[in-house]
Structures are given as structure tokens and as C-alpha cells.
């Protein structure tokens, strides 16, 4: 059982900005977190597959990415049978049905749209780690998909 | 002296034999008759005699009575016996052991009497080492000596035993035939043809009532036969007597006891014996009482002959089988019939070869029968047997009994079968038809009843409940279904059930108040049952509504009466146009020659031009003289002719009726037209072709005009192709670009608000100001960009139907507005939603816009209410002439309480960047009812705003459904 109160975090994110907001939303959490950033596909399936010993705990995935997309990543995870348990937070500009739809089908378990307010990136970021705590890391109804805030 | 025996042979012994020499080599001297030179003459002479015969011969000499015998008697001594040690003994010592029994006879010889003749004496003599009862005939005579006075017996004899022995076995064999003949009880004759003597043993005589006489004439005896079978038993005889018969006799016969009068039955057997001369010297054998064997044989035989007549006459199929060997043994005509096989392949065969159809079932049934002799028995069971060749499937209810024999084994099986197919169709059909009748009664929608007219009392069917209104189960009186009889019909009823007890028939027809009031009209059928007396008894009958009927006679006579008027007033037009049918004919034929725009021409059928008008002169440009006459292949470009399709094309009239064509035609002076030509072939009463009919008609400018056309369409559908080409660049810029931006001011805002966060005290109070606006501007951005991608996104490229319950999107549109609903007090109701076919998505994002605007636009004062609903309904039902007649629709109205807008503004409001009111009071992008709108029009529907000032609004979507709904 994952504890929210230290938990480890994976960002795959090529935006240095995005990275920045993100890890800074996080320190103002009342967590206790660690957090590993990557900043393509490529560099994230490499650390997941051979580099790391131990799998983070959730793994927050931009879709729009060099060299390899989220897409493609969460794809390859979910057929790894060694991976395949890891919960997957998209995190994303954008809000397409058709794409929303196509992760959720792929296996993902939260969809995060990157807010322009740094108090709501804070709350969804708190909101996600919490639904995947407490939901014992199953994954929600497709309705429930979509974290809004 | 006795040693000189050669020299001084004595002459007497010459020959003589084996007991010559005995004799000769005998040492006499020590007998009493001394040395052999002292016997006297007689002795000699006696003696030569003797030992020379071959009869056997004895002799007993002197006073001592010395015994000697020859060669013939000594096998009457036998071995072991007295030979030869007798020879020269005295007598008494030799015959010891018979002494007694032929002393006196020598004696009466010896003292002068007559030779003795004893014949078959039984004289027990020792030999072969023990006494046997030997038999002799003898005789006993004297020999004189010298002195003439009888000095020995000379005794000749013949031994008889043999001869003896075969007598008595002869007698003792006759003894035992005559004993086995008395206990057999068997009657003996004998008949001497020769004759005509008969004789019998006593018991015969005793049957035939014949004196007890030695001889009987063989005619006495045939008059105790029985009358009938005289001749018969005369006959055998005389067959047995005839030589060439073989002499056998065997024959039955009753004879009659003349005295008592007893019948007896009698078995006569025997031969006859012929001579040399093949005449037959004797006829004998035996009679046997067989009148209890007949009896018992006739008793047996009318039993088995009354159980065969029983079995063969019983209406029953019978098979008698033997138990060991299932040979069938009886069979009677009621099993052939059953069996439907012939007498032949049942009789004397294996069972199971006749039924070899059926072993497969019953074998193993059968055997348990033979074995445990307890019956089986098959009950109307169904069974494939060939019969008559052919398989046929039959039900037969059948037995295996067994049958026991006195000693209580089974020894017989009896097959006893009935065939009951008859029965069980007749049952079958039975069924079928009370089935039949029920699904006729069923069906027919008939109420049933039966009216006890003793106790009043009714029974009736849950139809004929239901047609008088009450429950199916309910129990009603007749007296509460008579009280729902109309009054007006009450007289009808009762007349026909007067009617109905005199002569059984009841048929009427009322009205009735239905339970639930309605008024009803039935027909009552029904057939009344009587007694032996003739007193109506019981009420069997039907009911059935008839309102619906009744309803359509008065509708049905209405429509006749109608169409009767109608008739007459179309036969009143028929005439009067008929009448302006010939006048028009006549002015046809002057209207067809005064057309010009039509050239109309007739061909005959070899396709020359027989008339011609004076649109075919403008057309064409010959005058009628000048091509009547004429092939109509002229009209043809010589490509045409070559191609023979003026041909083809009058082919195709014939074939078809009419040959319909556009192409270059041929004027007179060699220009071209363009020509629409219809060619329709003219029939004879006999429906033969007698000729065509042209009609051309130059349509060379139409030709030029669609030809222009055709090209102007090429033209439109390249620049079309262009167009949704750079339709396609535009898009995908609208939505790239858009979603790029929203990355840099998405950032932006970020940095802002961190700013503002942090940073905010640092600023003077005109900084804060314009930071704020700069905040604000971002976010107006950020809006309008949203909006835009999702304009650009509606595209119709992305249409994905799915059947989507309209109460699912509203409850998705609820949840993404949660706050701004629960902020404002808004309520959201949403009426008779149905499903519909729509692009899922597409629709949320229009409800959205369509709720959202609800919010944004409504009164600070009035907590909004929202109503959303639908309804599938005829596009006649609309008063909108966008929506087709014929199509359904489905609308869905979505209606606030909000400020609502002036109706002239209706259209207005659903173009791109359209706002009524000032950024500063609702801020918006005007871009969300263009969204709408768009999106309907995806749909194939359209939309409408109806609204008047701070009234609210109304917008009304209608989507074309499928069909109708299913109600």
C-alpha cells in the first residue's frame, strides 16, 4: 500500500517550464516526495526498463514529446508485464476527446490538464495523487477520467 | 497165443475202422470170452457185421454181457467219456449209471422176447465229462449162437438229441408267441385260400361273435364287419391275395358282435404265402382291439381340431409357436391379417425370419417368455412391419403366452395380437379435432357457454366473460347476464329462445351493456339438447362480439351508397368525354399537322416516310412531297447508317414498343441538329406491326446549353476540390495554431500568477492595476483560443454516430459546470429525454454551450432554471419549411428563465464572433452559438432561438431520427 505521505514520483516532460511548475507545486504540498524528471519518451522507457532498480510509484506523462510520445510510451508499459501495474497520470496541454478516449483505452489512469493558475496546478496535482492512493491504484469509470478542477 | 496177432489176424476184423483195430488189439484172454481164436462163429460173424456198418450199432456178448460198438456209435459216447474204455467191458459195469433203465430190456430180449423200439428215449448218458440228457431211438434184438439160443443183444439205435432239442425250443418258442399273443391280447387267424377255411384264436372268435368251431367259412366272418367298411376290408384281402401285392395286409375295420351288438375297432395285420404257382396257400396274422385308441385318438383329435377351429376362426391373431424351435405351427387368417404377410411366410417358418423387422425389439421379450413362462404383453405399441411388401407403422397390442404341456414345461408359445392402428388414428384424429375445434373456438374469438334450462344454472368459457365485460375467472348467474341485455333487444332474445325450445336451433343477435357501460352487440348460437320426453334439457352454445362488425355494415353501407353515386357520376363523364373524345380525334389529326416544333411522322414497317408535318418540314427542312415515299434513313449521319442503327432502332420499337434515342440528325441541306427521337411501333387489331410512329424533336440548343453546362461543372467541381483542399490547410491551421498558442499563454498566466503570489507587495498600485488587466487580457486569450480549437474542431470530418441517451450528456454537462451551477442556484430539469443517433462528443460540447449561455445570461435576481426536452415527431408537425414532410425529427428544446434577447436577433446570434452585449457586462468570445450551430448542421438539423426581452429564451434543435419511435 502506497503511503501519500512519501510518495515517489516520475515526470516525463520535455517542457523545462512545465518541469519547473511542476516540482514547485509539489514542495509546497504537504508531502514528503521525491521527484525524477525525463525529458523524452526515449529517456524515460531506458530509465524504466534497465536504469532503475526501483519503479516510482506513479508516473505523470506528457503526451507531446520528442522521439517518442506518450502515446507510445504508456503503450509500452502496459504491455510490460514488469510495468504494466504502474498507475500513468497523463499530463497534458491539451484536451482532445478522440485522444482522451484513445489513453484511457491504452490503460492510463488519470488525465491532468495543465491549468494556467499555479493554485489549481497544486490542487490537481494533490487531487490525482490522491484518487490513485485511495483508490487503491484501480482505475476510475471513463466519466471519472478526467480530473477536473 | 494172443501174442501171434499178425500172423493169426482174424478175417471177421478186416476193416472195421478205428474200433476194428480197437478190437483187434484187445487182450481178449483176460475177459470172459477169452482169446479171440476161441469166439464162436456167431460172435464173428455178428461182430463183422457190426464193425463194417455205418449205422451205429452195439453189441452185448456172453453171459457178461462184454461190450462192443463200432465207428458210427462212438460219437454217441462223446470225448472224455465212455470211449473206448467201455469196449470189452461187462455191461453192467460199463452202463452203470442207466443200468436200471435197460436191464430189463436186455433181459426180455435175452429171454426169447421180440426185439425191443424205443423211439426219442431220454437216456442221460456220462460224456464230454459229464451226464448229458441224451435222446436215442433204439432197438434191442437177439443174437443167437451156435447153440441157437440168444447169446448177446445187438442193440441199433440213432441218437436224437439234436433232433429232440429243436422240437422243444420249437414248442417253447410256440408256448411263448401264444403267450405273447394272449398278453398283447391280439386276435390270430389263419386262412387257407385254397379252402376258404379260416381259423382263429378264441379271443377273435370272441370279437366276431363266431361258433367255436376249428373251421369257420371265411364269409361268416366278414359278416360281422361293419356294414360300411365290408367292401373295403374284401377288397384288401383280395389285394393281399394277388401276388403282385407282396401279400402285405394292414387294415382298420369295425366289427359288430351279432349277438351283443358291440362295436369293436380292429386292427387286422398279416401277409399271404404263395407257392410255386404264385397262387396263395395261406393267409393268416393277427387283429388288434384298437377301439379305446380310436376313441382316445378321436377325443384327442376333436380337441386339437376344436382348438385349431377355435384359433383359426378367432377374430384375434393367433400364432402358435413351438416353444424350443419359435416354428409357428398355427396360424389363424386374423394373425395373417395383422401381420399382412402370407399364409406361407408365417406357416412352418422361424418366427423371427417372418418378423425379422421386429426382432431387433421383442427378440429378447420372447425368450424370457420361453424361459421364465411368464406372458408378455405390448400395448398398443407402435410398430414398423413390412406388410405387403411395404413398411407400414401400425399399433398392435400383442401377448406372448406360454403354453405348458402336463408336465408343466413350456413347450408352445401363443402369439395372440390385435391390431389396433384403426383405433388409435381414430383416437388420434378424435383428439386432432377437439384440438381443431378448440383453436377454431379459441380463434374465433368465441364465447362458450352451456345452459343447464332444469336448474338455470350456466357454465361459460373467460371469452365469453370477457365479451360481457367481467373478469375471465368471475362466476355470473344467467339471470345477471340477462340484466345486461339491452332493453330494446330483450323481445328479440326471448322470441328466439321460445323458437329455440320447440325446435333446438337458437340464434339471435343484441345489444348488451358491457360491464364497463359500453354498449355491445353479440350473436347467441346455440343448439338446445331434450330428454327422452322431449323436454329441453341443456343449452349448448356460442356467443361472439360482433360490434366491431356491426359497426363496419353501417360503414360498409355508407361507402356503397357513396360509391354507387360516384359510379353514376363517372359514367355521366365517361360519356360526355367520350363524346369530346371524337371531336377531338378529328381536330387531332389537324392539331399533329399544324405542330412545329415536333416533327411527327409516319413510317410503315419497312421504315418509309408515309406522312409528314409541318413541324418535320421547319425541322427537317424537306417539303412532304418531296420525302414521302422515302426511307427515314436519310434523317441519319452516315457513321449511323453505317452502324445500322436506323435499323436497331426500329428492331427495338417491335421489340419493345417504342425505341427512344438522342443523337445527329441529317437536315436537307447536310446540316446537323441534335435530336430527342422517339420511335413507338403501331399494332393491327391482330396485335401485328404495321408501322411506327416518329416523333423528333431538335433539341440542338438544349444540347448546346447542356453541353456549356457540363463543362461549367467540370470547372466548379475542380475549383471545389481546390477549395475544400485549402478548407482542410485552414482548419488544421485553426486548430494547430490554436492549440500552440495556448502553451506560451498558458505559461504566461503561470509566471502571472506566481508573480502576483509572491511579488505582489513589491508593486506600486498603478503596477497593480495593470497587472491585473494584463491577467485579465491572458485570460480573454486563453478563451478565445479554447473556443476557436473547438470551433475548428467541429468539423464534419469527425462524424462517429453512436445511439446516445440525451440524459447521459446531460448528466456529463452537469458535472463539468458543477460549481458555476451550484454558484448561480441553478436548476437543471430534464424532461422525457430519448435516445437518438448523434456524435457523442459533439453534442456535450453544444449542450455545454447552450447551458453555459443560460448562466452567463440570466437575471442576477433569479436563480436560473433550465429545461431540457425532447420529442420525436413528423417534420409536418413543425410549422418550419426547412424540415421535410416526410421526414421524423427529433427536437430538443433547451428553454431558460434569463434576460433573453429581442426576437430580431434570432438569426444573428449563431454568427462567428456575434455578441449583444459589452465585454465589460458578459464577457464571451462569440464564438459558443456559432459552435452550436455548426454542430447542428453536422447533424443535418437545424436550429432556432425564440425569445423577447428579459423573457428567457427558447432553443429549439431539430435532428432528423431514423423512424419513428417505437410506442
Given amino acids: ?149 | 497165443m494172443g501174442i501171434q496177432k499178425d500172423d493169426d489176424f482174424p478175417q471177421f476184423l478186416t476193416g472195421g475202422g478205428e474200433m476194428g483195430k480197437l478190437t483187434r488189439e484187445k487182450d481178449w484172454s483176460k475177459t470172459s470170452l477169452g482169446s479171440m481164436q476161441f469166439w464162436p462163429q456167431s460172435l464173428r460173424t455178428t461182430l463183422s457185421i457190426i464193425l463194417n456198418s455205418k449205422f451205429p450199432m452195439f453189441l452185448w456178448w456172453g453171459p457178461e454181457l462184454i461190450c462192443f460198438y463200432n465207428d458210427a456209435y462212438r460219437p454217441s459216447l462223446g470225448q472224455n467219456g465212455k470211449h473206448p474204455s467201455i469196449l470189452g467191458m461187462k455191461a453192467e459195469e460199463a452202463w452203470t449209471e442207466i443200468w436200471h433203465i435197460i436191464k430189463p430190456l436186455i433181459d426180455q430180449v435175452l429171454s426169447g422176447g421180440e426185439a425191443t423200439w424205443s423211439e426219442d428215449q431220454l437216456i442221460p448218458i456220462f460224456r464230454n465229462g459229464k451226464i448229458e440228457d441224451v435222446y436215442w431211438t433204439f432197438s434191442y434184438s437177439p443174437v443167437n449162437d451156435e447153440s441157437d439160443k440168444p447169446a448177446g443183444v445187438l442193440v441199433t439205435c440213432t441218437e436224437t438229441t439234436s433232433k429232440i432239442i429243436t422240437l422243444h425250443e420249437l414248442e417253447e418258442s410256440k408256448n411263448e408267441l401264444e403267450f405273447a399273443i394272449d398278453a398283447t391280447e391280439l386276435g390270430t387267424w389263419d386262412y387257407n385260400p385254397i379252402t376258404n377255411k379260416f381259423s382263429a384264436n378264441e379271443r377273435l372268435k370272441k370279437w366276431f361273435g363266431l361258433p367255436s368251431n376249428e373251421q369257420i367259412e371265411l364269409n361268416h366272418a366278414i359278416n360281422a364287419i361293419f356294414e360300411s367298411d365290408r367292401q373295403r376290408v374284401t377288397t384288401a384281402i383280395q389285394k393281399a391275395l394277388d401276388f403282385s401285392s407282396g401279400g402285405k395286409y394292414d387294415i382298420e375295420y369295425t366289427i359288430i358282435h351279432p349277438g351283443t351288438k358291440k362295436e369293436t375297432n380292429v386292427r387286422a395285420k398279416g401277409r399271404a404265402w404263395f407257392n410255386e404257382k404264385k397262387t396263395a396257400y395261406r393267409f393268416n396274422g393277427t387283429l388288434e382291439d384298437v377301439t379305446e385308441q380310436r376313441i382316445a385318438n378321436r377325443k384327442a383329435a376333436q380337441v386339437e381340431q376344436n382348438i385349431r377351429n377355435m384359433i383359426l376362426d378367432a377374430p384375434i391373431g393367433i400364432c402358435v409357436l413351438d416353444a424350443f424351435t419359435l416354428i409357428s405351427e398355427i396360424v389363424n387368417d386374423s394373425f395373417i391379417e395383422v401381420a399382412g404377410k402370407s399364409y406361407e411366410a408365417i406357416a412352418g417358418k422361424f418366427y423371427w425370419d417372418t418378423f425379422s423387422e421386429a426382432r431387433p425389439y421383442y427378440e429378447a421379450a420372447l425368450e424370457k417368455v420361453v424361459k421364465d413362462g411368464i406372458p408378455f404383453y405390448a400395448n398398443e405399441v407402435e410398430l414398423t412391419l413390412v406388410r405387403h411388401g411395404n413398411k407400414e407403422n401400425v399399433f398392435v397390442t400383442f401377448v406372448y403366452a406360454p403354453i405348458r404341456n402336463t408336465n408343466g414345461e413350456v413347450n408352445k408359445i401363443a402369439v395372440w395380437v390385435v391390431d389396433n392402428t384403426q383405433q388409435v388414428i381414430a383416437r388420434q384424429e378424435i383428439q386432432k379435432g377437439v384440438d381443431k375445434l378448440n383453436v377454431v373456438i379459441e380463434a374465433s374469438d368465441l364465447g362458450t357457454f352451456e345452459l343447464d334450462l332444469i336448474t338455470d344454472s350456466i357454465d361459460c368459457s373467460e371469452r365469453f366473460n370477457q365479451i360481457f365485460g367481467y373478469a375471465t375467472e368471475e362466476k355470473i348467474s344467467h339471470a345477471q347476464f340477462l340484466a345486461q341485455l339491452h332493453p330494446g333487444d330483450i323481445f328479440t332474445r326471448n322470441e328466439a329462445f321460445k323458437k329455440a325450445l320447440e325446435d333446438g336451433a337458437l340464434h339471435y343477435q343484441s345489444r348488451i351493456f358491457a360491464r364497463n357501460k359500453l354498449i355491445k352487440w353479440i350473436e347467441v348460437k346455440g343448439q338446445v339438447f331434450f330428454d327422452e320426453q322431449h323436454n329441453p334439457k341443456i343449452l349448448l352454445g356460442t356467443c361472439r362480439d360482433i360490434t366491431e362488425e356491426k359497426t363496419h355494415i353501417q360503414e360498409h353501407q355508407f361507402f356503397s351508397d357513396e360509391l354507387e353515386k360516384q359510379v353514376q357520376q363517372r359514367t355521366k363523364e365517361l360519356i360526355e368525354s367520350n363524346r369530346l373524345l371524337k371531336d377531338s380525334e378529328e381536330r387531332y389529326h389537324l392539331m399533329v399537322e399544324e405542330v412545329q416544333d415536333y416533327a411527327i411522322l409516319y413510317l410503315n414497317r419497312e421504315g418509309i416516310v408515309e406522312n409528314w408535318n409541318a413541324g418535320a418540314e421547319k425541322i427537317k427542312g424537306y417539303k412532304a412531297a418531296e420525302i414521302i415515299g422515302k426511307s427515314f434513313f436519310n434523317f441519319y449521319t452516315e457513321e449511323d447508317r453505317k452502324n445500322n442503327l436506323p435499323q436497331k432502332l426500329l428492331k427495338q420499337a417491335i421489340q419493345t414498343g417504342r425505341a427512344r434515342q438522342e443523337g445527329w440528325r441529317v437536315r436537307k441541306d447536310g446540316s446537323l441538329f441534335w435530336a430527342s427521337v422517339l420511335i413507338t411501333a403501331v399494332h393491327n387489331e391482330k396485335n401485328d406491326v404495321i408501322g411506327f410512329s416518329k416523333v423528333t424533336h431538335d433539341l440542338t440548343e438544349k444540347k448546346d446549353a447542356e453541353d456549356r453546362l457540363k463543362k461549367s461543372a467540370a470547372e466548379l467541381e475542380q475549383k471545389n476540390i481546390v477549395l475544400e483542399k485549402i478548407n482542410k490547410e485552414l482548419q488544421s491551421f485553426a486548430y494547430i495554431s490554436s492549440h500552440d498558442l495556448q502553451e506560451p499563454l498558458r505559461k504566461i498566466q503561470t509566471f502571472a500568477g506566481r508573480l502576483l503570489d509572491t511579488e505582489y507587495s513589491n508593486l506600486t498600485e498603478n503596477g497593480k492595476d495593470q497587472f491585473k488587466r494584463m491577467q485579465h487580457a491572458a485570460e480573454r486569450m486563453q478563451t478565445l483560443i479554447d473556443d476557436l480549437l473547438t470551433y475548428s474542431r467541429t468539423n464534419s470530418a469527425e462524424r462517429k454516430y453512436e445511439k446516445t441517451d440525451l440524459n447521459k450528456i446531460v448528466e456529463q454537462v452537469k458535472a463539468e459546470l458543477k460549481e458555476e451551477l451550484q454558484q448561480k442556484y441553478a436548476t437543471i430539469e430534464a424532461i422525457n429525454l430519448c435516445e437518438i443517433n448523434i456524435i457523442p462528443f459533439q453534442f456535450r460540447q453544444l449542450l455545454h454551450n447552450l447551458i453555459s449561455n443560460a448562466l452567463k445570461f440570466s437575471k442576477p435576481e433569479q436563480p436560473p432554471q433550465i429545461k431540457i426536452e425532447s420529442k420525436i415527431v413528423r417534420g409536418t408537425e413543425f410549422k418550419n419549411n426547412q424540415l421535410s414532410d416526410k421526414m421524423w425529427y427529433c427536437q430538443i428544446s433547451i428553454s431558460d428563465n434569463g434576460i433573453g434577447f429581442e426576437q430580431h436577433y434570432s438569426e444573428k446570434i449563431f454568427e462567428l464572433f456575434q455578441r449583444l452585449h459589452g465585454r465589460m457586462e458578459y464577457h464571451g468570445t462569440g464564438i459558443g452559438l456559432a459552435i452550436v450551430k455548426k454542430i447542428v448542421e453536422n447533424h443535418n438539423g437545424i436550429i432556432t432561438a425564440t425569445s423577447e426581452l428579459n423573457k428567457g429564451a427558447t432553443f429549439d434543435i431539430y435532428i432528423p431520427a431514423p423512424s419513428q419511435p417505437d410506442f
Fill in chain 1, 1 to 149: 500500500m502506497m503511503n501519500i505521505g512519501s510518495v515517489n514520483l516520475l515526470l516525463a516532460d520535455d517542457d523545462d517550464d512545465d518541469c519547473m511548475f511542476f516540482k514547485e507545486a509539489l514542495e509546497e504540498l504537504p508531502l514528503n516526495s521525491s521527484l525524477k524528471t525525463v525529458k523524452n519518451g526515449e529517456q524515460l522507457m531506458d530509465l524504466l526498463t534497465t536504469k532503475l532498480v526501483t519503479l516510482p510509484d506513479i508516473l505523470f506523462l506528457d503526451i507531446n514529446m520528442p522521439r517518442k510520445t506518450g502515446v507510445e510510451c504508456l503503450s509500452e508499459i502496459k504491455r510490460n508485464e514488469k510495468l504494466k501495474q504502474l498507475p500513468v497520470i497523463i499530463y497534458s496541454t491539451s484536451l482532445n476527446h478522440e485522444v482522451v478516449d484513445l489513453l484511457y483505452e491504452k490503460g492510463a489512469h488519470w488525465y491532468i490538464r495543465k491549468p494556467g493558475d499555479f493554485k489549481k496546478l497544486k490542487k490537481i496535482i494533490l487531487e490525482a495523487l490522491t484518487n490513485t492512493v485511495e483508490n487503491n491504484l484501480q482505475r476510475p469509470s471513463k466519466e471519472k477520467f478526467v480530473i477536473q478542477v
